[in-house]
């Protein structure tokens, strides 16, 4: 039977079934991944931020991703680690709000990694006119419009999530409100939510992975052509890290929303990955093989040193 009274409405979210031992050390594993990624990205911004040489559009985008990646981490791994210890309930708005706010960020990840990909196409195909196409007038038009297309995207499904009621157990086998596993809970099949949300999620995930892939092509096309040895090994350095990023970030999500899988269980440790692991990843990927910003953190350092003796003295 329905249950119109949703003011009232709770879910449990189930989480993992695991022991109180096995969450104590679950807990200290996540716990210590979402520290450290939180500190790692915000590094990378800090970095970005003082260091002049840095002070260029791919860093520009770079740092809006650092920035994403600890919000897309901290929505989703607390509430992870508090269940990991005891069950905990939450609100069918609170649930709602909190799957739209998720979907803003998947989306806005999968728009950045679009823009940061057109960044590097015009850079590599086109070095001559990239200062000017480039500037930084048009990078935060970019990512303003990357930004306000996210809030927009996961509006319809959202609202009209809000008007459905739910039957049987209240129970989310998940460890976040997620899509899959709240419209499970629903009353109706195939929604207006339930439609248009998994409508969105293909055409935005298909689209930006083949905008991506597409732009690649064009940069591996012109690198193979270069005829600098250096300029060569450079532009591949960059472009790895960013594809690397890419394809780990991708091959779970088309998991997930593309083509998802009937297996909770799988669902959820794929979910894993790219909310909690694949955060923390991307800096170390990024200031790993980037020479730049290992440059940038060397000199930021050997500055720190200066400024301890200058006090010492």
């Not at 930006?208 to 532009?235: D, E, H, Q």
């Not at 890419?246 to 959820?268: A, M, R, W």
């Amino acid at each position: 039977m329905a249950d119109n009274d949703t003011t009232e409405l709770e879910f449990l979210i189930a989480g993992f079934n695991v022991t109180w031992e096995q969450g104590v050390i679950a807990f200290t594993i996540f716990f210590t991944i979402y520290l450290l990624t939180v500190l790692a990205n915000i590094l990378i911004i800090t970095l970005v931020r003082l260091d002049r040489h840095l002070q260029k559009p791919m860093y520009f985008f770079l740092t809006n991703f650092s920035f994403l990646e600890i919000w897309i981490t901290t929505a989703t791994v607390p509430i992870m680690l508090a269940e990991l210890l005891r069950k905990i309930s939450i609100s069918q708005k609170a649930c709602i709000l909190h799957f739209y706010f998720c979907a803003i960020l998947g989306a806005m990840e999968n728009y950045l990694l679009a823009v940061m990909s057109l960044d590097r196409f015009i850079a590599i195909c086109y070095p001559l006119r990239y200062p000017v196409v480039m500037n930084d007038r048009v990078c935060v038009q970019l990512a303003g419009g990357a930004w306000f297309m996210s809030f927009m995207s996961p509006l319809l499904p959202a609202v009209s999530f809000s008007q459905l009621s739910f039957c049987g157990p209240r129970v989310i086998d998940h460890f976040y409100c997620d899509f899959s596993p709240l419209i499970a809970l629903s009353c109706t099949r195939n929604s207006i939510s339930e439609i248009s949300f998994r409508f969105l999620a293909r055409f935005i995930i298909l689209g930006c992975f083949t905008l991506i892939m597409l732009s690649y092509v064009f940069i591996i096309m012109t690198i193979v052509k270069m005829p600098s040895t250096s300029g060569r090994r450079n532009a591949f350095t960059t472009c790895t890290s960013h594809l690397t990023v890419v394809f780990i970030y991708y091959g779970t999500l088309i998991f997930i929303y593309v083509c998802p899988y009937e297996s909770n269980c799988l669902n959820k440790m794929v979910s894993v990955v790219y909310t909690a692991v694949t955060p923390l990843l991307n800096p170390i990927i990024y200031t790993l093989r980037n020479q730049e910003v290992k440059a940038a953190l060397k000199r930021t350092l050997v500055k720190l040193k200066e400024l301890e003796r200058v006090n010492v003295k």
